[in-house]
T-cell receptor, first 112, second 112 residues
Framework: DVKVTQSSRYLVKRTGEKVFLECVQDMDHENMFWYRQDPGLGLRLIYFSYDVKMKEKGDIPEGYSVSREKKERFSLILESASTNQTSMYLC???????????FGAGTRLSVL | GENVEQHPSTLSVQEGDSAVIKCTYSDSASNYFPWYKQELGKRPQLIIDIRSNVGEKKDQRIAVTLNKTAKHFSLHITETQPEDSAVYFCAASNSNTGKLIFGQGTTLQVKP
């Protein structure tokens, strides 16, 4: 069974804080993705990575950065959290470019 | 840019009835179309997918149809059951980018 693990289910942070969201997958997948999920907007892609140390901007990268130092780990960084970044964040991984994406359980982030 | 429109946003049916969710996509190079189901508080999980060389695919009570000319695809659930109640997302991708573009989601409620 593919396992994609996100480090926190719930997180509460203050405006201006630096926030790290961690994601680890155990299936040796090349591709990893970060999405945010908001009601009525579906899943929107923030950043993705096809390999270690590689990163590509998704559709809404502003205010975010990522790090992929190891194949199994993909981190999402909010350099200075703002209230409009309050959301559910989902990590996913896949092998190949058309194949199934497996999702983590999500991190619900509240920025106060 | 690339876009996937999904309708309806909410759908309520009686147990045993059929449910249909429709999606249209803008990128004519799209060639992979997965459908994800997300139960309340859980991660999205793939339920069925279709590739561009196929017009229809079935798996027990669910089926997906694809019309490449019209750039739309649909999810059909027959003999709905209360456990089918969830949010359903369609998505489209092409092998050039490897990104999934998600629709806005459909909340399906199956009334017993």
């Amino acid at each position: 069974d593919v396992k994609v693990t996100q480090s926190s289910r719930y997180l509460v942070k203050r405006t201006g804080e630096k926030v790290f969201l961690e994601c680890v997958q155990d299936m040796d997948h090349e591709n990893m993705f970060w999405y945010r999920q908001d009601p009525g907007l579906g899943l929107r892609l923030i950043y993705f990575s096809y390999d270690v140390k590689m990163k590509e901007k998704g559709d809404i990268p502003e205010g975010y950065s990522v790090s992929r130092e190891k194949k199994e780990r993909f981190s999402l960084i909010l350099e200075s959290a703002s209230t409009n970044q309050t959301s559910m964040y989902l990590c996913a991984s896949s092998i190949g470019r058309e194949n199934i994406q497996y999702f983590g359980a999500g991190t619900r982030l509240s920025v106060l | 840019g690339e876009n996937v429109e999904q309708h309806p946003s909410t759908l309520s049916v009686q147990e045993g009835d059929s449910a249909v969710i429709k999606c249209t996509y803008s990128d004519s190079a799209s060639n992979y179309f997965p459908w994800y189901k997300q139960e309340l508080g859980k991660r999205p999980q793939l339920i069925i997918d279709i590739r561009s060389n196929v017009g229809e695919k079935k798996d027990q009570r669910i089926a997906v149809t694809l019309n490449k000319t019209a750039k739309h695809f649909s999810l059909h659930i027959t003999e709905t059951q209360p456990e089918d109640s969830a949010v359903y997302f369609c998505a489209a991708s092409n092998s050039n980018t490897g990104k999934l573009i998600f629709g806005q989601g459909t909340t399906l409620q199956v009334k017993p």
